[in-house]
């Protein structure tokens, strides 16, 4: 503290911790004690001094008192832009927190819907591909039906013209078993017999042969 204002506070009889209101209480009762209109004629000169030192003392005051009150307003007004710089700060960390906040969510729920649009492209291409297999194996199973139908048809045809074939030749040609059959009367050619003695003896091998009959334009 300056020692004019330690020297001020003295001047008054107060201690240095004493405020403003205070100050200027005691300047007034002792400047009404020690005027020169309030004193005997023989204590003016002195009491005119005196005025001087309250005078000097308050005006001293006055000035720190203004700078302690300057002072404690640009305290305030620094404590207030700390405030203010620290509210300001933080609202800018919550809304860059809820800035991050909003752009998470954005990007999970994109990721969601280009999940599932993904699953839903994917569901839509196998299902795709499994009617194509299913056309696929369905025409190559009518195919091998029709072939096989083609088959089996044209084999059955084989054995009905084969047995056709068989029964006309036999109605044409006869077969000899033991005795003579002639041939029938519509046939072009004259079939003869080719006989065999009764009393040839049988084959070492115990089978008997048959001669097809020759056929004669």
Request: hydrophobic residues 35%.
């Amino acid at each position: 503290m300056d020692p004019t204002v330690s020297q001020a506070f003295a001047a008054l009889g107060l201690p240095i911790t004493a405020s403003r209101t205070a100050a200027k209480a005691e300047y007034r009762k002792l400047a009404l004690l020690q005027h020169p209109d309030k004193v005997p004629a023989g204590r003016k000169a002195q009491a005119q001094e005196d005025m001087k030192v309250l005078n000097a003392a308050i005006e001293a005051l006055e000035s720190y008192f203004d700078d302690q009150q300057h002072d404690g307003l640009v305290r305030e007004y620094l404590e207030r832009m700390k405030r203010e710089r620290q509210e300001k700060k933080e609202r800018a960390r919550a809304a860059a927190m809820e800035r991050m906040r909003r752009v998470r969510q954005e990007a999970e729920a994109r990721e969601t819907r280009d999940r599932e649009a993904w699953v839903r492209e994917e569901e839509r291409r196998l299902l795709a591909e499994a009617r194509v297999e299913h056309t696929s194996w369905k025409q190559q199973k009518e195919e091998d039906d029709r072939s096989a139908r083609e088959w089996r048809e044209k084999g059955e045809e084989e054995v009905r013209r084969m047995g056709a074939a068989w029964q006309q030749q036999r109605e044409q040609a006869g077969i000899w078993l033991g005795g003579e059959k002639k041939a029938p009367a519509a046939a072009p050619a004259v079939v003869e017999e080719e006989k065999e003695k009764e009393t040839d003896p049988l084959p070492s091998d115990g089978k008997i042969r048959f001669s097809l009959l020759k056929r004669k334009q």
